[in-house]
């Protein structure tokens, strides 16, 4: 298995431009997660869905984000516009239902706002 | 959600083992204890997890404390490769309808040659 997939790995834009992340899970997983890594706030969930659908977006920050999940295999979390502050590392990561908790996360998209 | 409480930074030597502890006083009867690692430039991994019997696989073992307010994550011995970010977290075992997962600043284990 190939593991969850990310793309870019690494992206520098200059503030105002739209940021667009993208992921495919492990297939067949049924979560699909975004989190968020800074040095001054760790790790933090963005958003989650389930069946492809929205179920906690309680963690996004404000409505410059937003999260998309067509369908099983890809999902996309845009920041438009982007701002400096949203310099993180942004991990997506999958998790089969009744896996016994397991959630595999990819290997992140390392964001620069400049 | 429970909170977890963990050393900021630990060290240890290569190919001795490491305790690494975890409190989590106000565990409640049906959260699960999770341990997940962070290699640098990587994504969070999963190590085990445990509810109230300790647990051993082929990375590590957890030990619960019998009043569950603790726990101990064991490395039997320790490898450079086992320099990480070593995250102690409670999840509900029933959820009540969300799966989030609160990682914490969790704590850095160094290992020196």
């Known amino acids: 298995d190939a593991g969850v997939i990310q793309s870019p790995r690494h992206e520098v834009t200059e503030m105002g431009q739209e940021v667009t992340l993208r992921c495919k899970p492990i297939?067949?997983?049924?979560?699909l997660f975004w989190y968020r890594q800074t040095m001054m706030r760790g790790l933090e969930l963005l958003i989650y869905?389930?069946?492809?659908?929205?179920?906690?977006d309680s963690g996004m920050p404000e409505d410059r984000f937003s999260a998309k999940m067509p369908n099983a295999s890809f999902s996309t979390l845009k920041i438009q516009p982007s701002e400096p502050r949203d310099s993180a590392v942004y991990f997506c990561?999958?998790?089969?239902?009744?896996?016994?908790?397991?959630?595999?996360f990819g290997e992140g998209s390392w964001l620069t706002v400049v | 959600d429970a909170k977890t409480t963990q050393p900021n930074s630990m060290e240890s030597n290569e190919e001795e083992p490491v305790h690494l502890p975890c409190n989590h006083s106000?565990?409640?009867?049906?959260?699960?204890i999770h341990w997940y690692r962070q290699l640098p430039s990587q994504g969070p991994e999963y190590v085990i997890h445990?509810?109230?019997s300790n647990v051993n696989n082929r990375m590590a073992s957890l030990a619960i404390a019998e009043d569950r307010k603790s726990s101990t994550l064991i490395l039997h011995r320790a490898t450079l490769r086992d320099a990480a970010v070593y995250y102690c977290?409670?999840?509900?075992?029933?959820?009540?309808?969300?799966?989030?997962?609160?990682f914490g600043k969790g704590m850095k284990l160094t290992v020196n040659p």
């Open positions: 990561a999958s998790r089969l239902d009744h896996s016994g908790n397991t959630i595999y």
């Open positions: 297939s067949g997983h049924d979560y």
């Open positions: 869905f389930n069946n492809n659908v929205p179920i906690d």
């Open positions: 106000t565990i409640s009867g049906t959260d699960y």
């Open positions: 445990g509810l109230t």
């Open positions: 977290i409670l999840r509900d075992k029933f959820q009540g309808g969300s799966e989030k997962l609160v």
